[in-house]
């Protein structure tokens, strides 16, 4: 918004009523103490051209000068730059996506309704772009959600857009909980200028014209160098004798010297947050309105905005509207409204109309729009707007109808799990739901809310209530052919399933699939078909994968991005521990690179903490440490979202004979028993047993084993229970039953006393650190020396360390041990050589095949090469999806390839005689 006539721009101060200064983006002026200011934000748009897209942060407290900043900043952009404007508005409840459709009408000439066409939009505009765009989001510390996830989404894709984008915000009024912090933390940090403005210094005050009665000191005193405050005392200095010590008394104190009306029009108009349209406003006035915001405008009250005038600094609307009584607001309220509910689409206004029933105390209205505008923000993805609005409605449910508070409850309670979080509150509406339909006697809704209580408590953690609420759902939809009945089944399945309980995964699935393709639910389908094929995988059925193929292609067929993301993650989780290692990683790469793609960072980072298992199963300890340290170093992430992660951190550092091992099991352990899933509890037992076996510390094996010998053999996958018999085995007085019958062929000989047998089965399935463990048991000549070599191969120094404490080796003439000569050579997690790091350094950049050729005097034939290289082994098919996965996965960017000096730094260059396919 342009500053007004005494804002922190600097010259005389004119009469306050002959005032006509124009838009400082026609007229700019000289700033007080903003020259470096004004300097950086040139600095970081002239790196836009050759470098890709930059962002640029301002913050500071309310009337510090942002906005003057910016504006002072786009009035000297040349004509090749193009200029785009959002702003977000101070409702009750944000308009969704307000800031991303005034950028869109700039960009595209248009007003686009749905979400995703706005997105795909705006991005292909802006790449296809020749100009440079500068696109300014002002005042996020009030922006949706859906804006804020507009936000990380355009943010992730920077680097290939020809803009600088600017967000600015009060950083007093953004704590450490709320949803813009999350958003900013996700811009790339080499891409990213933060700003902050800090008040006019005593000399920056001073260099205002000040009039006689008043001197600098006195008014930075009152004012703390505040911008705003300063230029609202001077507008007014000539006619008062006083110096005002608020700026609610300053901005009164212009207002008292305007006409009743003009004063009267500003008071209705300050009832509005954000812009005021004439059309609104003129029913509630007996006289032509425009003609008087003219004059509001040109004495500095108001400006233009977006869709109309606005005040000039939301302290003076504040400041305005405080002038007001309760009674008073509440009656420009209601006339507001009824302006809005004449118009005839009501479509556009309805957070307006939401916004300004709750100030009408009009709850019939109320109750009647809160639904229809939570219902448009969840489907333009603003979730946590969609909970606001439901909740002021939800406050007045008593005086609804029966089903129609009921409808409330459910809404706000499904909104405000998905986007804020999932306490008592939640679980209280979900029950009052419950009640509200049983007494009108609809049991299917009934039976939706109970199994939707059922997933509340299983996501905080509480399985016995889960499993209460399930059973009673299930019990409540017998019998009703209905999708809630279908996906109650299914989550019983899942539960199963979550559980090894395999064959009762696969019943309740059949009963799920059975209901969805009889009430043609596809979604349910596809969890259900997920889910038996996963049953089926984890037992060695191979089946499975073509369930869970199935499952895939109907989940990306729909459009069912959790489904998507569930399906990739069975797949390689089930083919992991099939020892199908090849074939996984396909699965983990496309689900990592969907999960990006669709912002599902939950998902993601779950997946990525199975590709460290990946890594682990391949006897990469160095490049599983790094990936999955990487993963925990991710903020916001759920306990079982890192679980994987801290499960292979605990289990890698363990093999590397790394002294942290004990503490990051004991770590694993907690969280694995919080979970209460039998998948994560008996992988870490089975580690402390084998760490025990390492450390020559029976004690701490026996109580682990305790507890898996008391589980039926259908509880675990066979090779779970294999890891376990294998480790166990080597506890003294360990094992109390006999297993041979239930085990594989390679693990069943090391169990019976076949250990060079063993270990050549083992080390046929590249499981070489069993086969070395295995063969350090057997009384062949040499066997020891075979086994610390099989060791020293993957750089397990644990398993070196064990065959000197536990076994004779005074004549095997094994070499001594230095930490840093059997350290295993770190390779890059995805086998990227030096020189393609490199390329990969330059690409994050923003950089070009042909700019990448020159700058590092190659053909471009070559580049494209090792481009090509880059994006197979990364499993993506273009550089958007590349730049996101490094953007997600930071680690992949070795620190001494990283980054290529393009923007002045040191020049990288491959080293003289490189091929193209190295």
Known sequence: MPPGPHSIFNGSTPNFLDLTVGSPLLSPKMLIERENEVQTLHQVLSQVPDNGGRV???????????SSLIHAFLSNLSNSEKVAFGMCDPLNTPRPLGPVRDIARDILGSHPEAEIPLTESLMERLTASENIHVIVLEDMHWADQASLDWLKYFCRRIALIPAMLIVSFRDAEIDAAHPLRSALGVIPGDRTQRLHLSPLSRDGVAAFDLPPNMSADQLYDITDGNPFFVSEILNNADDVETVPDSIRDAVNARVNQLSPSLQSLLEASSCFPGDIEPKFLQPIIDRPVKDELA???RLGLL??????????HELARLATQMRLSETERQAIHGQLLDALLAHNALGPLLADIVHHAEGAREVETLLCFAPMAAKEAARMGAHREAAQYLFAAMKHAEDAEPGVAAEIYEMWAYEAGLALTIDDDVIDARKRAVSLWKKLGQMDRVGENLRWLSRLHWYRGEPEQAQAYLEEAIETLQGIPSEAAAMAFGLRAQFHMLRDEMEAAQEWGKKALAIAETVDAPEVKAHALNTIGAAKLFRGDLTGETLLRESLALSLEYD?????ARAYTNLAECLIELGEIERAEPFLDEGVTFDIAHDLDSWTYYLVGRKAQLRFEQHRYTEAVDIAKGVLSRQNQTVLMQLPAKIVLARSLLRLGDSAARERLEDAFHDASQIGELQYIAVVRTAFIEAAVLWGQSDLARPHIKEIEKLSFSSLSPRKWADFVFWADRVDDGLSGEYSDNLPEAFRLDHQGEFEAAAKALRSQELKYLAATSLCRSQAKGALATADRWYEEI???????????????SSQGLPGLTRGQYKAARRHPYSLTSKEQIVLGLIIEGASNTRIAEHLSRSKRTIENHVSSILRKF??????ELILRAQAEPWILDQGQSGSGLAGGDRHQLEPGSGSDT
């Open 875 to 880: 499993g993506v098919s273009n550089r958007v």
């Open 56 to 66: 640029l942060v301002l913050y500071g407290e309310a009337g510090i000068g942002k």
């Open 295 to 297: 004059v509001a405008e």
């Open 795 to 809: 750089g397990a120094l644990a398993g070196r360390k064990y065959i000197r404490s536990t076994f004779d080796v």
């Open 303 to 312: 400006v233009h905005g977006v869709n109309g005038f606005r005040f000039r």
């Open 560 to 564: 069912f991005h959790e489904q998507a």
